[in-house]
């Protein structure tokens, strides 16, 4: 008892995120229940289903904006609740105001002290150099000082992970953040989000429509489909038993080229894409 | 040409009246009021850009009328009233409106009918007309002592919560999601900024009038951005703007003896068309060439 195992530090160490017997529902109408989830530092979750199978919920739960039914929600060992610094978020891309008066590092200095009450006036200096940091991690420096009306969805989204990363967050959120993006940019603003966890160890829970560009950095798979769930690595979980059962029907996961391609759901994760989507759907009903 | 226009326009630039008409009380007095009220509308104005509450300040400011105009009728203060009034329409325009598209209509409603009340109100109302009129189209110069007085109050009141919410305030109003997400209490926050644009809006009432707030609440801020993106920025030009036009106005009105309203208006619009022909000069600004 004295020597401890080689890898009981792992064990010991507090999960950064953790569910148990969680169910949420809107009237009587569950969204999921029994969810039992505990997600280690420095681990890389991406969660995948359907619209409306309550994966933004599930982040809102975390995020202390939306109670569960049953259950508790716990972020590094206290209860999940609004306001807690441990947590980063990062939302999906969207149109910003055109004459919006703000800039790119504005929203990244919003990041650090954007919840404190006061004007933040006699804090600027220390706030520049924090945000001037995060901007150079991001590689932003060329847009910082654009209008975030002006900004490209890549430019915007680099700046997102800025934002969310000045806070130093032990967990962090990612409700869709590749959504819109070109390829491109999917891989760059996943690569800095998969750098900040290995850096720092912060998990990651990553809400997701398209698993193929966060493939290679994801530890396990939370998939949600109409109340029935299945987490496990992206190998136990993205195949044509399991997702058959989760959409009971007959889906198939091939795989093409290094990519992994999901027939038969009948809605937008297809992974084929848009355009691909609608001749899948008709398949899926003939 | 129009007799009166001629006349303005040779008396504009008599500066000897200008001058004599400074030594009164009263003109001095509607100078403090409007410089006041530039610095609230100057600070406030870039917030109600970053929330596109344009249109909602405008019902705010109408509803303000109809508040002033049943205090008239009642015989209690129209400065009280007038901030009754625009402090709940802005209220429920902020409880009402989560959703853009949905606050729209019910502002349209809200307004249309509270301009009804207030005509109503004025038609009853047994004094001057005069009265009543200078609601619509102010009147700084009738502000008076105790004008100033409350002027004074609500204005150092106002500026003294926007010192205290401004930071979460402005997180809120220009990144409502990921403000949620950290915490900041979004809602709450709507109300507080809805009764300080209600009080805001009240107080420009006595000065440019119900139709004309816009002038100063708005525009100010809407040239600013047009020529700085930083938020710090925008407000400070914004308020360098709006005391341009609130106290260039009074001052050019003076010998003419034109409405206020009407130079406060033009000045502010003049400032907007400037800011607008430079930051389409500039084009897109703050991008350097940094190879990536």
Redesign the interface.
Known sequence: MTHPAPDAPSVSRTPAVELRGARLAYGDRTLWSGLDLSVEQGEFIAVLGPNGSGKTSLLKVLLGQLPLSEGTATIAGTPARTGNSHVGYVPQQKTMDEGLPLRGRDLVGLGVDGHRWGTGFRSRRSRRTIVDDAIDQVGARAFADAPVGSLSGGEQQRLRVAQALVGDPKVLLCDEPLLSLDLANQHRVSDLINQRRLGHDTAVLFVTHEINPILPLVDRVLYLVDGRFRIGTAAEVMTSEVLSELYQTDVEVLHVRGRLVVVGTGDAIDALGSTGADGIHHEAHE | MNEKLADTFSKMFDWQATIDLLQYDFVQQALLAAAILGLLAGAIG?LI??R?MSFAVHGTSELSLTGASAALLAGISVGLGAIVGSVFAAVLFALLGSKVRERDSVIGVVLSFGLGLSVLFMWLYPGRTGTSFSLLVGQIVGVGNSGLQLLLVCAVLVLAVL??????L??AS??P????????PVRALSIVFAVLVGVAAALGVQIVGALLVLSLLITP??A???I????LR?TLFSILFAEIAAVGGILLSLAPGVPVSSFVTTISFVIYLACRAIGSRRG???????P?
């Open positions: 870039p850009i970053s596109q010192v205290v919410v401004y930071r979460p402005l997180f220009t990144d999601d990921v403000a949620r997400a950290r915490g900041v801020a809407a600013a951005a047009r700085t993106s930083s938020p925008t897109s600004t703050g991008r350097v060439a940094v990536a």
